[in-house]
Every structure is written in structure tokens, then in C-alpha cells.
């Protein structure tokens, strides 16, 4: 007895990919926010002249940033690997057996 091997072909995965697309919007939104809380900007009154203008960033705000658009990349093309599973990947056909040669 023989156990049955999984195909490619799972119209599941379909659903694992707009779950992943849904992360990934999650994943992008998050990634602005920590950006914009990364970078902060900061105004200086100077007297008779114009404000000293600067911006301080913190890492840590950016390296998250950095990393949650990373891990959404990946779940991106993830996502596109897994709907071309579940639309293109077919069994393959088997092959017709060649024409035994006749003897002479």
C-alpha cells in the first residue's frame, strides 16, 4: 500500500495567498509607522533669524521598519508562488511508451 503523494495542484492555496496579501497590507502599514515614529523632527527658535531646523532618527524605529518591509517582501512573493500553484500546476501527462522495434 502505497500513501498518496500531495500535488502541487491545491485550490487551498489560494486561499494561504490572499491571507499573505492580507499581512502584507497589516505588515506595510505597521512599517510606516514605526517609520514615521523613526525619523522626528525637530525646530530650534533662533532670535532674529531664522529657526535652526533638524532631524534626529532613531534606529531602532528604522531597523524595524526595515525588517517589517523585508518580511512583507517575502510574503509577497510567497503569495505570488502560492496562486501560481494553485492555478498552473497540473499532473503531468504521462509520456506514451515507445513503439517496440519490430525484428528483423
Not at 505588515?27 to 525646530?43: I, K, S, T
Not at 534606529?59 to 523585508?70: D, H, M, P, Q, Y
Request: net charge positive.
Amino acid at each position: 500500500m502505497t500513501a498518496a503523494v500531495p500535488s502541487l495542484h491545491q485550490p487551498k492555496r489560494a486561499l494561504i495567498a490572499a491571507g499573505e496579501v492580507v499581512a502584507v497590507v497589516l505588515l506595510a502599514f505597521a512599517a510606516h509607522w514605526c517609520w514615521r515614529h523613526g525619523v522626528v523632527r525637530l525646530e530650534y527658535p533662533i532670535d532674529g533669524g531664522a529657526p535652526l531646523q533638524s532631524t534626529r532618527y532613531k534606529g531602532n524605529w528604522i531597523g524595524g521598519a526595515i525588517a517589517l518591509v523585508t518580511l512583507a517582501a517575502l510574503l509577497l512573493l510567497d503569495a505570488l508562488r502560492q496562486t501560481l500553484l494553485a492555478v498552473r500546476a497540473r499532473p503531468r501527462k504521462p509520456e506514451p511508451e515507445p513503439e517496440p522495434e519490430p525484428d528483423v
